[in-house]
Protein backbone atom coordinates (compact mmCIF):
# COMPACT_ATOMS: atom_id res chain seq x y z
CA UNK A 1 0.00 0.00 0.00
CA UNK A 2 1.46 3.68 -0.67
CA UNK A 3 2.56 5.74 1.78
CA UNK A 4 1.87 8.96 -0.26
CA UNK A 5 -1.01 10.24 -2.62
CA UNK A 6 0.73 10.22 -5.82
CA UNK A 7 2.29 14.00 -7.27
CA UNK A 8 2.44 15.13 -10.44
CA UNK A 9 2.56 18.94 -11.33
CA UNK A 10 2.68 18.56 -14.48
CA UNK A 11 -0.48 16.00 -14.82
CA UNK A 12 -2.69 16.85 -17.86
CA UNK A 13 -6.38 16.95 -16.79
CA UNK A 14 -9.28 15.92 -19.22
CA UNK A 15 -11.83 18.51 -17.92
CA UNK A 16 -9.95 21.42 -15.72
CA UNK A 17 -11.46 22.78 -12.60
CA UNK A 18 -13.55 25.73 -12.91
CA UNK A 19 -13.20 28.88 -10.98
CA UNK A 20 -16.40 28.92 -9.90
CA UNK A 21 -15.64 25.45 -7.86
CA UNK A 22 -12.89 27.11 -5.82
CA UNK A 23 -14.75 30.29 -4.36
CA UNK A 24 -16.32 29.13 -1.44
CA UNK A 25 -20.13 29.99 -1.62
CA UNK A 26 -19.79 32.53 1.65
CA UNK A 27 -16.89 34.54 0.38
CA UNK A 28 -16.69 38.11 0.64
CA UNK A 29 -16.17 37.98 -3.26
CA UNK A 30 -19.35 36.42 -4.00
CA UNK A 31 -21.27 39.89 -1.43
CA UNK A 32 -18.88 42.36 -3.94
CA UNK A 33 -20.02 40.66 -7.45
CA UNK A 34 -23.63 40.32 -6.15
CA UNK A 35 -24.21 44.02 -4.85
CA UNK A 36 -21.99 45.56 -8.06
CA UNK A 37 -23.94 43.56 -10.54
CA UNK A 38 -27.21 45.21 -9.17
CA UNK A 39 -25.55 49.10 -8.75
CA UNK A 40 -26.11 51.46 -11.64
CA UNK A 41 -22.99 52.40 -13.52
CA UNK A 42 -24.16 54.20 -16.66
CA UNK A 43 -23.15 56.55 -16.05
CA UNK A 44 -19.33 55.39 -16.02
CA UNK A 45 -19.94 53.73 -18.61
CA UNK A 46 -21.26 56.73 -20.75
CA UNK A 47 -17.64 58.17 -20.15
CA UNK A 48 -16.07 55.61 -22.50
CA UNK A 49 -15.67 56.20 -26.33
CA UNK A 50 -17.59 53.71 -29.14
CA UNK A 51 -14.01 54.18 -31.22
CA UNK A 52 -11.14 52.11 -30.85
CA UNK A 53 -10.41 48.78 -28.84
CA UNK A 54 -13.56 47.75 -26.23
CA UNK A 55 -12.54 48.77 -22.60
CA UNK A 56 -12.46 46.45 -19.59
CA UNK A 57 -15.84 46.50 -18.19
CA UNK A 58 -16.59 49.10 -14.98
CA UNK A 59 -18.51 46.67 -12.64
CA UNK A 60 -15.22 44.50 -13.53
CA UNK A 61 -12.53 46.89 -12.37
CA UNK A 62 -14.91 48.39 -9.42
CA UNK A 63 -14.93 45.03 -8.17
CA UNK A 64 -11.48 44.55 -8.43
CA UNK A 65 -10.58 47.69 -7.02
CA UNK A 66 -13.20 47.18 -3.59
CA UNK A 67 -12.23 43.70 -3.40
CA UNK A 68 -8.22 44.80 -2.80
CA UNK A 69 -9.06 47.77 -0.50
CA UNK A 70 -11.26 45.23 1.34
CA UNK A 71 -7.55 42.84 1.79
CA UNK A 72 -5.56 45.66 2.03
CA UNK A 73 -4.18 45.19 -1.28
CA UNK A 74 -4.64 49.04 -3.17
CA UNK A 75 -1.46 49.20 -5.88
CA UNK A 76 -2.33 49.08 -9.42
CA UNK A 77 1.00 47.11 -10.13
CA UNK A 78 0.04 44.52 -7.22
CA UNK A 79 -3.50 44.14 -8.31
CA UNK A 80 -2.32 42.92 -12.00
CA UNK A 81 0.17 40.27 -9.87
CA UNK A 82 -3.03 39.43 -8.20
CA UNK A 83 -5.21 38.74 -11.59
CA UNK A 84 -2.93 36.05 -12.81
CA UNK A 85 -2.04 34.73 -8.82
CA UNK A 86 -4.90 34.66 -7.17
CA UNK A 87 -8.25 32.81 -7.77
CA UNK A 88 -10.24 34.82 -5.82
CA UNK A 89 -9.01 37.44 -8.40
CA UNK A 90 -9.46 35.28 -11.23
CA UNK A 91 -12.82 34.68 -10.57
CA UNK A 92 -14.07 38.17 -9.90
CA UNK A 93 -12.40 39.33 -13.19
CA UNK A 94 -13.56 36.38 -15.54
CA UNK A 95 -10.14 35.65 -15.99
CA UNK A 96 -9.34 38.82 -17.87
CA UNK A 97 -5.87 40.51 -17.03
CA UNK A 98 -6.29 44.31 -17.03
CA UNK A 99 -2.24 45.88 -16.72
CA UNK A 100 -2.05 48.06 -13.99
CA UNK A 101 -2.29 51.33 -15.94
CA UNK A 102 -5.26 50.40 -16.75
CA UNK A 103 -6.89 49.89 -13.23
CA UNK A 104 -4.64 53.03 -12.14
CA UNK A 105 -6.47 55.36 -14.75
CA UNK A 106 -9.75 53.53 -14.16
CA UNK A 107 -9.81 54.81 -10.09
CA UNK A 108 -8.52 58.24 -11.00
CA UNK A 109 -9.94 59.25 -13.89
CA UNK A 110 -13.75 57.22 -13.73
CA UNK A 111 -14.39 56.86 -10.08
CA UNK A 112 -14.82 61.18 -9.52
CA UNK A 113 -17.71 60.93 -8.53
CA UNK A 114 -17.41 57.37 -6.22
CA UNK A 115 -20.36 58.50 -4.04
CA UNK A 116 -22.73 57.86 -6.38
CA UNK A 117 -21.36 54.21 -5.77
CA UNK A 118 -20.88 54.15 -1.96
CA UNK A 119 -25.12 55.88 -1.57
CA UNK A 120 -26.07 52.91 -4.29
CA UNK A 121 -24.66 50.68 -1.25
CA UNK A 122 -25.64 52.56 0.82
CA UNK A 123 -29.73 52.15 -0.24
CA UNK A 124 -28.90 48.71 -0.59
CA UNK A 125 -27.87 48.94 3.25
CA UNK A 126 -31.21 50.39 4.12
CA UNK A 127 -33.59 48.38 2.51
CA UNK A 128 -32.14 45.71 4.85
CA UNK A 129 -32.63 47.81 7.64
CA UNK A 130 -29.34 48.02 8.68
CA UNK A 131 -29.65 51.97 8.83
CA UNK A 132 -32.70 54.00 9.85
CA UNK A 133 -31.00 57.72 10.29
CA UNK A 134 -31.45 57.24 13.83
CA UNK A 135 -28.72 57.61 15.78
CA UNK A 136 -25.70 58.99 14.37
CA UNK A 137 -22.10 58.52 15.55
CA UNK A 138 -19.59 61.16 14.05
CA UNK A 139 -15.31 61.32 14.48
CA UNK A 140 -12.70 61.74 12.59
CA UNK A 141 -9.08 60.22 11.87
CA UNK A 142 -6.15 61.36 10.31
CA UNK A 143 -4.56 59.36 7.39
CA UNK A 144 -1.18 60.03 6.10
CA UNK A 145 -0.70 61.80 2.60
CA UNK A 146 1.56 60.07 -0.05
CA UNK A 147 4.14 62.96 0.76
CA UNK A 148 7.21 63.32 3.04
CA UNK A 149 6.48 64.51 5.70
CA UNK A 150 10.09 66.60 6.18
CA UNK A 151 8.91 68.47 3.07
CA UNK A 152 6.36 70.54 4.03
CA UNK A 153 5.64 74.47 3.32
CA UNK A 154 4.73 76.76 6.25
CA UNK A 155 1.93 80.01 5.87
CA UNK A 156 4.30 82.01 8.42
CA UNK A 157 7.71 81.06 6.39
CA UNK A 158 5.67 82.62 3.32
CA UNK A 159 4.39 85.25 4.77
CA UNK A 160 7.86 86.36 6.00
CA UNK A 161 9.26 85.48 2.69
CA UNK A 162 6.61 87.86 1.09
CA UNK A 163 6.73 90.86 3.15
CA UNK A 164 10.79 90.62 2.71
CA UNK A 165 10.44 90.12 -1.10
CA UNK A 166 8.19 93.22 -0.89
CA UNK A 167 10.25 95.53 1.38
CA UNK A 168 12.66 94.89 -1.36
CA UNK A 169 10.78 95.90 -4.22
CA UNK A 170 10.36 99.08 -2.41
CA UNK A 171 13.77 99.40 -1.96
CA UNK A 172 14.16 99.31 -5.62
CA UNK A 173 12.06 101.64 -6.36
CA UNK A 174 13.04 104.27 -3.59
CA UNK A 175 16.42 103.74 -5.33
CA UNK A 176 14.98 104.13 -9.30
CA UNK A 177 13.41 107.23 -7.82
CA UNK A 178 16.70 108.80 -6.74
CA UNK A 179 18.45 107.59 -10.22
CA UNK A 180 15.89 109.55 -12.15
CA UNK A 181 16.46 112.54 -9.53
CA UNK A 182 20.15 112.39 -10.25
CA UNK A 183 19.78 112.26 -14.56
CA UNK A 184 17.43 115.35 -13.93
CA UNK A 185 19.82 117.02 -12.01
CA UNK A 186 22.84 116.40 -14.50
CA UNK A 187 20.68 116.52 -17.60
CA UNK A 188 19.69 119.78 -16.84
CA UNK A 189 16.99 121.61 -19.31
CA UNK A 190 18.26 119.09 -22.21
CA UNK A 191 15.92 116.67 -23.80
CA UNK A 192 17.74 113.51 -22.01
CA UNK A 193 18.34 111.71 -25.63
CA UNK A 194 21.36 114.07 -26.37
CA UNK A 195 24.39 115.87 -25.07
CA UNK A 196 25.42 119.15 -25.84
CA UNK A 197 28.99 119.18 -27.32
CA UNK A 198 30.47 120.93 -24.96
CA UNK A 199 29.22 118.04 -21.90
CA UNK A 200 32.08 117.52 -19.71
CA UNK A 201 33.45 113.94 -19.76
CA UNK A 202 32.81 113.24 -16.22
CA UNK A 203 28.93 114.10 -16.85
CA UNK A 204 29.29 111.56 -19.37
CA UNK A 205 30.51 108.80 -17.47
CA UNK A 206 27.93 109.88 -14.68
CA UNK A 207 25.00 109.25 -16.92
CA UNK A 208 26.21 106.02 -18.16
CA UNK A 209 26.66 104.75 -15.04
CA UNK A 210 23.30 105.96 -13.83
CA UNK A 211 21.61 104.28 -16.71
CA UNK A 212 23.92 100.66 -16.00
CA UNK A 213 21.94 101.09 -12.32
CA UNK A 214 18.68 101.58 -13.58
CA UNK A 215 19.05 98.38 -15.86
CA UNK A 216 19.72 96.59 -13.05
CA UNK A 217 16.99 98.01 -10.55
CA UNK A 218 14.90 97.04 -13.35
CA UNK A 219 16.24 93.30 -13.42
CA UNK A 220 16.24 92.87 -9.36
CA UNK A 221 12.96 93.90 -9.52
CA UNK A 222 11.43 91.78 -12.16
CA UNK A 223 12.78 88.90 -10.49
CA UNK A 224 11.83 89.64 -6.94
CA UNK A 225 8.19 90.55 -8.63
CA UNK A 226 8.39 87.06 -10.01
CA UNK A 227 9.04 85.71 -6.25
CA UNK A 228 6.33 87.58 -5.23
CA UNK A 229 4.07 85.56 -7.56
CA UNK A 230 5.40 81.92 -6.85
CA UNK A 231 4.72 83.16 -2.89
CA UNK A 232 1.28 84.34 -3.15
CA UNK A 233 0.23 81.19 -5.51
CA UNK A 234 1.70 79.09 -2.41
CA UNK A 235 -0.73 81.55 -0.28
CA UNK A 236 -3.50 81.17 -2.29
CA UNK A 237 -3.24 76.99 -2.65
CA UNK A 238 -2.91 76.89 0.76
CA UNK A 239 -6.09 78.80 1.48
CA UNK A 240 -7.57 80.93 4.26
CA UNK A 241 -8.53 77.14 7.11
CA UNK A 242 -4.33 75.78 6.27
CA UNK A 243 -1.23 76.77 7.89
CA UNK A 244 0.97 74.27 6.00
CA UNK A 245 0.76 71.92 3.14
CA UNK A 246 2.90 68.99 1.74
CA UNK A 247 4.89 69.96 -1.24
CA UNK A 248 4.54 66.42 -2.52
CA UNK A 249 0.94 66.42 -2.29
CA UNK A 250 -0.17 70.43 -1.81
CA UNK A 251 -3.42 69.56 -0.99
CA UNK A 252 -2.17 67.72 2.25
CA UNK A 253 -1.80 69.49 5.51
CA UNK A 254 0.65 68.95 8.65
CA UNK A 255 -1.48 67.23 11.30
CA UNK A 256 -0.82 65.88 14.18
CA UNK A 257 -1.72 62.03 14.00
CA UNK A 258 -2.76 59.26 15.85
CA UNK A 259 0.59 57.70 17.00
CA UNK A 260 1.23 61.24 18.19
CA UNK A 261 3.76 62.36 16.00
CA UNK A 262 3.17 65.37 13.61
CA UNK A 263 2.49 64.32 9.61
CA UNK A 264 1.70 65.43 6.70
CA UNK A 265 -2.06 64.26 5.73
CA UNK A 266 -6.07 64.53 5.55
CA UNK A 267 -8.71 65.06 8.64
CA UNK A 268 -11.11 61.92 7.29
CA UNK A 269 -14.67 62.61 9.09
CA UNK A 270 -17.21 59.58 8.62
CA UNK A 271 -20.68 59.52 10.44
CA UNK A 272 -22.07 55.77 11.34
CA UNK A 273 -24.84 53.86 12.13
CA UNK A 274 -24.50 50.49 13.47
CA UNK A 275 -21.25 50.80 12.56
CA UNK A 276 -22.63 51.26 8.93
CA UNK A 277 -20.74 53.89 7.28
CA UNK A 278 -23.66 56.79 6.35
CA UNK A 279 -21.51 59.27 5.25
CA UNK A 280 -17.78 60.56 5.04
CA UNK A 281 -16.02 63.22 4.03
CA UNK A 282 -12.13 64.34 3.65
CA UNK A 283 -10.80 67.77 4.91
CA UNK A 284 -8.38 69.66 5.32
CA UNK A 285 -8.80 71.29 8.78
CA UNK A 286 -6.54 69.74 11.09
CA UNK A 287 -9.31 70.20 14.25
CA UNK A 288 -12.42 68.24 14.51
CA UNK A 289 -14.75 71.61 15.72
CA UNK A 290 -15.94 72.96 12.67
CA UNK A 291 -16.74 70.02 10.84
CA UNK A 292 -20.05 68.81 12.69
CA UNK A 293 -22.05 70.99 10.35
CA UNK A 294 -20.88 69.58 6.95
CA UNK A 295 -20.85 66.22 8.32
CA UNK A 296 -24.71 66.01 9.48
CA UNK A 297 -25.37 67.51 6.34
CA UNK A 298 -24.09 64.94 4.19
CA UNK A 299 -26.09 62.25 6.31
CA UNK A 300 -28.98 63.81 5.74
CA UNK A 301 -28.07 64.71 1.78
CA UNK A 302 -27.73 60.42 1.40
CA UNK A 303 -30.46 58.71 3.46
CA UNK A 304 -32.76 61.72 3.30
CA UNK A 305 -33.94 62.62 6.81
CA UNK A 306 -31.70 64.73 9.70
CA UNK A 307 -30.89 62.06 12.48
CA UNK A 308 -32.69 61.82 15.47
CA UNK A 309 -29.21 61.90 18.04
CA UNK A 310 -25.93 62.95 17.19
CA UNK A 311 -22.66 61.12 19.45
CA UNK A 312 -19.37 62.79 19.20
CA UNK A 313 -16.72 62.51 20.69
CA UNK A 314 -15.41 66.43 22.63
CA UNK A 315 -12.97 67.51 19.95
CA UNK A 316 -16.45 68.57 18.65
CA UNK A 317 -17.69 70.48 21.30
CA UNK A 318 -18.68 74.13 21.19
CA UNK A 319 -21.62 76.58 21.88
CA UNK A 320 -22.25 76.98 17.90
CA UNK A 321 -22.52 73.22 17.11
CA UNK A 322 -24.39 73.28 20.45
CA UNK A 323 -26.96 75.24 19.41
CA UNK A 324 -26.64 73.84 15.42
CA UNK A 325 -28.11 70.53 16.54
CA UNK A 326 -30.52 72.07 18.88
CA UNK A 327 -32.44 74.18 16.13
CA UNK A 328 -32.38 71.27 13.92
CA UNK A 329 -34.39 69.44 16.84
CA UNK A 330 -31.51 66.63 16.91
CA UNK A 331 -30.04 65.48 20.56
CA UNK A 332 -26.94 65.93 20.73
CA UNK A 333 -24.45 64.08 23.05
CA UNK A 334 -21.42 65.82 22.90
CA UNK A 335 -19.64 66.24 26.07
CA UNK A 336 -17.30 69.37 26.62
CA UNK A 337 -13.68 69.56 26.28
CA UNK A 338 -13.58 69.73 30.70
CA UNK A 339 -16.14 66.73 30.92
CA UNK A 340 -14.14 64.68 33.62
CA UNK A 341 -13.24 67.88 35.28
CA UNK A 342 -16.72 69.15 35.38
CA UNK A 343 -18.36 65.58 36.40
CA UNK A 344 -15.94 65.98 39.49
CA UNK A 345 -16.17 69.98 40.24
CA UNK A 346 -19.99 69.03 40.47
CA UNK A 347 -19.72 65.82 42.87
CA UNK A 348 -18.09 67.71 45.29
CA UNK A 349 -20.02 71.51 44.71
CA UNK A 350 -16.87 73.52 43.57
CA UNK A 351 -18.06 73.95 40.03
CA UNK A 352 -17.68 77.49 39.13
CA UNK A 353 -19.21 78.99 36.10
CA UNK A 354 -16.96 80.57 33.62
CA UNK A 355 -17.55 84.32 32.23
CA UNK A 356 -18.96 83.11 29.02
CA UNK A 357 -22.45 82.68 29.75
CA UNK A 358 -24.13 81.46 27.02
CA UNK A 359 -21.62 78.90 26.58
CA UNK A 360 -22.47 78.09 30.18
CA UNK A 361 -26.06 77.53 30.11
CA UNK A 362 -25.52 75.17 26.71
CA UNK A 363 -22.70 72.76 28.71
CA UNK A 364 -24.66 72.87 32.17
CA UNK A 365 -27.64 71.40 29.77
CA UNK A 366 -25.41 69.00 28.10
CA UNK A 367 -23.62 67.89 31.59
CA UNK A 368 -27.06 67.31 33.10
CA UNK A 369 -28.22 65.39 29.82
CA UNK A 370 -24.97 63.05 30.29
CA UNK A 371 -25.60 61.96 33.32
CA UNK A 372 -29.37 60.65 32.18
CA UNK A 373 -29.38 56.94 31.61
CA UNK A 374 -30.32 57.77 27.47
CA UNK A 375 -27.07 60.40 28.06
CA UNK A 376 -25.22 57.23 29.16
CA UNK A 377 -26.29 55.22 26.91
CA UNK A 378 -26.08 57.29 23.59
CA UNK A 379 -22.37 57.82 25.27
CA UNK A 380 -21.42 54.51 25.60
CA UNK A 381 -23.19 53.52 22.10
CA UNK A 382 -20.69 55.96 20.33
CA UNK A 383 -17.42 53.92 21.45
CA UNK A 384 -19.04 50.83 19.93
CA UNK A 385 -20.37 52.38 16.76
CA UNK A 386 -17.87 54.76 15.55
CA UNK A 387 -14.75 53.03 16.81
CA UNK A 388 -14.79 49.58 16.15
CA UNK A 389 -15.66 50.91 12.00
CA UNK A 390 -11.77 53.05 11.93
CA UNK A 391 -10.45 49.48 13.79
CA UNK A 392 -11.65 47.42 10.89
CA UNK A 393 -10.57 50.35 8.44
CA UNK A 394 -6.89 50.66 9.84
CA UNK A 395 -6.21 47.55 11.23
CA UNK A 396 -8.67 44.74 9.26
CA UNK A 397 -7.90 46.43 6.23
CA UNK A 398 -4.75 48.05 6.45
CA UNK A 399 -5.95 51.86 5.54
CA UNK A 400 -3.65 53.81 7.54
CA UNK A 401 -2.14 55.78 4.60
CA UNK A 402 -3.17 56.92 1.19
CA UNK A 403 -2.24 55.74 -2.12
CA UNK A 404 -3.05 58.96 -4.70
CA UNK A 405 -2.38 61.91 -4.29
CA UNK A 406 -4.41 65.67 -3.89
CA UNK A 407 -8.16 66.11 -2.16
CA UNK A 408 -10.31 64.46 -5.66
CA UNK A 409 -8.42 61.44 -5.73
CA UNK A 410 -8.29 60.93 -1.90
CA UNK A 411 -11.87 61.13 -2.08
CA UNK A 412 -11.52 58.28 -4.02
CA UNK A 413 -9.64 56.21 -1.94
CA UNK A 414 -11.43 57.23 1.24
CA UNK A 415 -15.19 56.08 -1.17
CA UNK A 416 -13.48 52.60 -2.22
CA UNK A 417 -12.39 51.73 1.61
CA UNK A 418 -15.83 52.96 3.15
CA UNK A 419 -18.16 50.76 0.38
CA UNK A 420 -15.70 47.97 0.99
CA UNK A 421 -16.50 48.43 4.91
CA UNK A 422 -20.17 48.80 4.04
CA UNK A 423 -20.20 45.43 1.79
CA UNK A 424 -18.31 43.43 5.11
CA UNK A 425 -21.32 44.91 7.13
CA UNK A 426 -23.63 43.44 4.74
CA UNK A 427 -21.97 40.27 4.92
CA UNK A 428 -22.51 40.06 8.53
CA UNK A 429 -25.69 41.42 8.89
CA UNK A 430 -27.11 38.81 6.38
CA UNK A 431 -25.49 35.73 7.77
CA UNK A 432 -26.57 36.74 11.46
CA UNK A 433 -29.97 36.63 9.71
CA UNK A 434 -29.57 33.82 8.47
CA UNK A 435 -29.71 34.66 4.77
CA UNK A 436 -26.37 33.86 3.32
CA UNK A 437 -27.15 31.08 1.02
CA UNK A 438 -29.49 33.49 -1.02
CA UNK A 439 -27.57 36.01 -1.84
CA UNK A 440 -24.09 34.03 -2.54
CA UNK A 441 -25.83 31.72 -5.18
Not at 25 to 49: G, K, L, M
Not at 109 to 120: A, G, H, S, T, W
Not at 139 to 144: A, L, P, Q, S, Y
Not at 179 to 198: C, F, I, K, M, Q
Request: aromatic share 8%; hydrophobic share 35%; glycine share 8%.
Amino acid sequence: MAKFKAYHQNRMMLMPPSLEEKVPAEHFARYINRVVDEIDTSQIEASYSDLGCPGYHPKMLIKLLVYGYSVGIRSSRRLQKELQEDVVFMWLSGMQEPDFRTISDFRKDRLKDIKKVFNQVLDICAELGMVRCGKISIDGTKIEANSGKHKITFRKKLERSLGGYEEKVEQILKEAAEVDAEEDRLYGNTDGYSVEPHTSEEIRKALKKLSQKRERLERGKEKLQAKVEVVRGKLGTMGESRNSYGNTDQDATLMLMKSGSLGVGYNVQMATENQVIVGYGVFQRPNDNRLLSPMVAEVEKNLGSRPQAVMADKGYCSQSNYEYLASLGIKAAIPPNTYDYDMAARRKGTYRLSRNLEYERSKLAMLDFLETEEGEELMDLRKHDIEPTFGDIKHNMGFRKLLLRGLPKAHIEIGLIAIAHNLKKVKSWLASHETTAEIAA
